[in-house]
């Protein structure tokens, strides 16, 4: 994961995976993030969201149906809980897409 540009207050830095199309020069459709705040405000930032960046055109031009995605998973939790291991992609029909993070497991910190 990389991380590049500047941590925006109260919402923290998004971390990209290093192999993402778009920092290989291809156009960016869709990339999966995690993020790292200092959501209690202890001066420390850590894991604390997963976030699917889909784009418009991706929804509108690309997807085909459903298309389900692995989520690389951290070496280490910010806590005890239950994480998402995939996320599946939908179109829904009339204009309508869905994105829905599934198989959540319990990790331990």
Do not use: C
Not at 29 to 41: K, M, N, R, S, Y
Not at 50 to 79: C, R, S, W
Request: charged letters at 30%; proline letters at 6%; hydrophobic letters at 35%.
């Amino acid at each position: 994961m990389i991380e590049d540009g500047a941590i925006v207050p109260k919402m923290g830095a998004h971390l990209a995976p290093t192999d993402a199309p778009e920092f290989d020069g291809e156009e960016w459709q869709e990339t999966l993030i995690w993020g790292a705040a200092d959501v209690d405000g202890d001066g420390e930032y850590e894991n604390n969201y997963v976030e699917p960046m889909i784009t418009v055109d991706y929804f509108q031009n690309h997807l085909d149906g459903v298309e389900k995605q692995d989520i690389a998973q951290p070496d280490v939790y910010p806590k005890d809980g239950y994480y998402p291991t995939t996320y599946t992609v939908r179109d829904l029909g009339d204009g309508g897409y869905a994105v829905v993070m599934e198989e959540f497991e319990e990790r331990s910190a």
